[in-house]
């Protein structure tokens, strides 16, 4: 675990970034000249360390790099497109640089913070790309960070941007059981720790709540908002000669309906004839999926620019909404059992 500032000297950082003491000096003071690749180095690792001397502090809030950090949980997922583009086009306003990395605060112990005061003004994590102990760190240091769908520990005062999800999760799932008479319902539980898919299943529960529908656990398969874990867990499910009937999936999200979709195919079910499947965020291939899956339409990009103005907003020293909740809005089409598809 990475020692507090308070407990680390200039000579841990020299030993760290094997230079002199004088070489550190010099780039702290700002009295001599040190070469970009040492300044470069040195300031990483006093970012690494936490180490902002209080003399100091000042002057290195005042350097800009223009340039502002996305870090994003993975690159793979198509839900992502549009959240890059959200923010990219708001840096872009601003005649800023984005820089994007893929990090998980589970992998801390492996790879280093690759966005700090060395190379970024500012940041934007999404989830739990940071873990509450990285945030609280960059936040006592008055580093800019703004949340997407995530709430900051401990009320601080740190801007977050996040959809409605409860809500149209039991709309969805209301649906499903008074219009379709689907009251068998599998749910596809999403990533560990991410809020989004706490509310999903809280959404969920209070649906089945509505209908004296017992929430069974045996009817909860993990998903990880990921296709390719959807489908194993499905596959797994259907495999078993004794598994429980049903006769409707709310897969999480619409990359996870993916994997619902190829397992319910290669075990013979028609969807909606047989079982009906339902998704979150209403992705580009939503209605062009066989059939076209209902699901709720979340304003992804727009919840990439609101999190960069919050984050600008704090960058110029005005202030900015600490809660961003955007509406979202249910998608009808095939895939549920209705007739009709909207776009």
Not at 107 to 128: K, Q, Y
Not at 132 to 161: G, M, Q
Request: aromatic share 6%; glycine share 4%.
């Amino acid at each position: 675990m990475t020692k507090r500032s308070h407990s680390i000297t200039i000579r841990d950082v020299a030993r760290k970034a094997g230079v002199s003491v004088a070489t550190v000096s010099r780039y702290i003071n700002q009295n001599a000249p040190v070469s970009e690749k040492l300044s470069a180095r040195i300031e990483e690792v006093m970012d690494q360390l936490d180490y902002v001397p209080h003399e100091t502090a000042r002057h290195l809030a005042l350097r800009t790099k223009n340039a502002v950090g996305l870090l994003l949980i993975n690159m793979h997922n198509p839900f992502f497109g549009p959240l890059l583009a959200g923010v990219e086009s708001v840096v872009r306003e601003n005649n800023y640089n984005l820089l994007v990395a893929s990090y998980h605060s589970s992998l801390r112990a492996e790879s280093n913070l690759p966005f700090g005061l060395h190379n970024t003004d500012g940041i934007i994590a999404f989830a739990d790309s940071l873990s509450d102990e990285e945030i609280v760190s960059l936040y006592e240091r008055n580093f800019p960070i703004v949340l997407i769908h995530k709430t900051p520990a401990n009320s601080l005062a740190i801007p977050f941007t996040t959809i409605e999800n409860k809500a149209a999760t039991r709309k969805l799932i209301n649906h499903l059981i008074k219009v379709h008479n689907r009251r068998r319902i599998i749910l596809m539980r999403g990533s560990e720790h991410q809020e989004d898919a706490h509310w999903r299943e809280e959404g969920f529960r209070a649906a089945l709540d509505e209908h004296d529908i017992p929430f069974d656990e045996s009817m909860v398969l993990n998903g990880s908002f990921e296709h390719a874990i959807a489908y194993h867990s499905l596959k797994k499910f259907l495999a078993d000669p004794d598994h429980p009937e049903f006769d409707a999936v709310f897969a999480g999200d619409d990359d996870a309906a993916i994997g619902v979709y190829n397992a319910l195919s290669e075990a013979g079910y028609k969807i909606p004839d047989d079982i009906s499947v339902v998704g979150f965020d209403d992705s580009l291939m939503a209605p062009f999926m066989s059939p076209p899956l209902t699901t709720v339409r979340a304003p992804t990009e727009m919840v990439g620019q609101s999190a960069a103005r919050q984050l600008f907003c704090l960058l110029e020293k005005k202030e900015p909404e600490l809660v961003t909740l955007l509406p979202t809005e249910m998608i009808l089409r095939q895939s549920c059992g209705c007739k009709d598809s909207q776009l």
